[in-house]
C-alpha cells in the first residue's frame, strides 16, 4: 500500500494543473479580444476645481428697461439733518439707499436716523432704506472711509435685491437732477460703465501721498483722531500701477462684486496697501479697476459731480453758494458738492428750479405727483414705479455723458 500512495496522487494532479493552465490562458485571451467595458459617466467627467474663487463669476447686467440705482449717504457729526434731506431729494422706490452717520456723531443723531428710516412710512412701505445699524468710526483721509464704502456696499449687494450702479455720497452732497431724469438718461447706456475720474499721472501724490507711511487711528480706536505718520518711507509698487482722482464715483455692480468677492485677490492686495496711504479714497477704486483686466476698458472719466476748487487745490473744495449757481446748472453734472450745514438758500433754490421738490418732500416723479396735502397726505403712486418721466435735467446729464461717450478719444483713454 505504501508503494501505491504516489502512483494514485499523479492521477488527478496533473489534470488539475492542466485545467488551471488551460483557465488563465481562457481569461488572458478574454480580456485582450472582449470590447471594452462602458464607461461610469463619473469617471468620464472633469473633475471639479480646486478653488471655490473659480466658482465665482459676475452678475451679468439687469435686463430691466429702466436701471436701479444704489446709493451710500455717509454723514458724520452734525449732519444728520442735511443727510436726511439729501435721502428725501434722491429717492426713488426703484432704488437702493444705505444711510450712515459715523461714530464721531452722538448716539442720540444716530437713533435719531434710524427712527427717521423705520418710522417714515414710504420707506416702510417700500423697504428700500437703510441705516447701518453699528456705525463705523470713519477718518476722512484714512483707509476708515475705504472700508466703509466696502461695507455699505456689501449691505446693498446681500439685502438689495437687484441694481445696476453704485453711487457714494455724502451728507454734503445734493442732486442737481431728478431720479426720473437719471434713470432715463442711464437706461440709454451700457451698464457696465464705471464712471470714475482718475489717472496714472499721480505727480507730486507720489511723494507725499504714496512714499509716506500713515496710520490710521479709526483702524483700531474707538475714539476719532487725525492720522498720523510713520518716520520710514517706503517705494512705489511695482507689481500694480497706481492711478488716482475723484472719491467720488458711479460704479458698475459687476466691478463692486469684484471688489467684495475679491476672486484674484487684487482688490485685496491693493486694499492692504492703501491701508498705509494718506487719502486713500482717491486712489483705491482707481488702482484696483485700472489693473483689472476685466474692468480696465470699462471706464468713463467723470465723477459726476460739480465741485468747486480753489487754485492751485485744497483738501477740501470750497462751500457752494448761490453765486455758483448757474456754474452748477452749466456744468450739467447731476450731483454737486460741497454744501454747508448753513447754506440753505442754495439748496432752496436747487428745490424750487431743478428738483420741483416742496420743503420737507419727495421730488415728484411718475411714482409720486409732488401733491404733498397735510391732511389727505402724500400721493405717493407707487403703482407707476417701473415708469419715468424725464424733465429738462435729463437733456442735461445726457448731453453730458453723450459728449463723454462720444468722444473720439474715448476708447483710447481708459486708465492712462
Not at 431728478?178 to 475720474?197: A, C, G, K, V, W
Not at 460739480?306 to 446748472?329: A, G
Not at 418721466?389 to 435729463?394: E, I, L, Q, V
Not at 476708447?411 to 492712462?416: E, G, R, T
Amino acid at each position: 500500500m505504501e508503494n501505491g500512495k504516489p502512483v494514485k496522487k499523479k492521477q488527478w494532479l496533473v489534470p488539475l494543473l492542466f485545467s488551471l493552465f488551460i483557465s488563465t490562458i481562457l481569461v488572458v485571451f478574454s480580456i485582450f479580444t472582449s470590447y471594452p467595458f462602458p464607461v461610469s459617466p463619473k469617471i468620464r467627467q472633469i473633475p471639479p476645481p480646486l478653488f471655490v474663487e473659480s466658482k465665482l463669476h459676475i452678475s451679468p447686467t439687469q435686463s430691466n428697461k429702466i436701471p436701479r440705482l444704489a446709493y451710500l449717504i455717509s454723514g458724520s457729526k452734525g449732519d444728520g439733518e442735511s443727510l436726511k434731506r439729501t435721502l428725501k431729494a434722491l429717492y426713488h422706490p426703484l432704488n437702493q439707499y444705505v444711510v450712515h452717520l459715523d461714530l464721531e456723531s452722538s448716539p442720540e443723531e444716530r437713533l435719531e436716523l434710524a427712527k427717521f428710516v423705520q418710522n417714515d412710512p414710504l420707506f416702510r412701505k417700500i423697504g428700500n432704506v437703510r441705516s447701518v445699524p453699528r456705525s463705523n468710526l470713519v477718518t476722512y483721509r484714512g483707509p476708515t472711509m475705504v472700508s466703509n464704502t466696502l461695507h455699505a456696499a456689501a449691505i446693498l449687494l446681500k439685502e438689495g435685491g437687484d441694481w445696476d450702479w453704485f453711487i457714494n455720497l455724502s451728507a454734503s452732497d445734493y442732486p442737481l437732477v431728478t431720479q426720473d431724469d437719471m434713470l432715463h438718461t442711464l437706461s440709454t447706456i451700457p451698464r457696465d460703465l464705471n464712471f470714475i475720474e482718475h489717472t496714472s499721472d499721480i505727480g507730486w501724490k507720489e511723494f507725499q501721498r504714496a512714499k509716506p507711511v500713515i496710520i490710521d487711528p479709526g483702524l483700531y480706536s474707538l475714539q476719532k483722531s487725525d492720522v498720523f505718520w510713520v518716520s520710514e518711507k517706503r517705494s512705489v509698487p511695482t507689481a500694480y500701477k497706481l492711478f488716482t482722482g475723484s472719491a467720488w464715483m458711479m460704479l458698475s455692480r459687476p466691478f463692486i462684486e469684484y471688489c467684495i468677492w475679491g476672486w484674484d485677490n487684487l482688490p485685496r492686495i491693493v486694499l492692504m496697501y492703501y491701508a498705509n496711504f494718506l487719502s486713500s479714497p482717491e486712489g483705491y477704486f482707481h488702482t484696483v479697476i485700472c489693473n483689472a483686466e476685466e474692468f480696465k476698458n470699462t471706464t468713463v472719466n467723470h465723477d459726476l459731480h460739480f465741485i468747486s476748487w480753489d487754485n492751485p487745490p485744497k483738501q477740501h473744495p470750497h462751500f457752494l453758494t448761490l453765486d455758483d449757481y448757474e456754474r452748477m446748472v452749466e456744468s450739467n453734472a447731476p450731483f454737486a458738492r460741497k454744501f454747508g450745514q448753513d447754506h440753505e438758500a442754495i439748496l432752496d433754490r436747487i428745490d424750487s428750479e431743478l428738483l420741483g421738490r416742496s420743503k420737507d418732500g419727495f421730488v415728484p416723479g411718475s411714482w409720486f405727483d409732488g401733491d404733498n396735502d397735510k391732511e389727505s397726505g402724500p400721493n405717493y403712486v407707487t403703482s407707476n414705479i417701473t415708469e419715468v418721466r424725464p424733465g429738462k435735467g435729463a437733456k442735461r446729464i445726457g448731453e453730458l455723458i453723450g459728449g463723454l461717450l462720444s468722444d473720439k478719444d474715448f476708447k483710447v483713454n481708459h486708465c492712462i
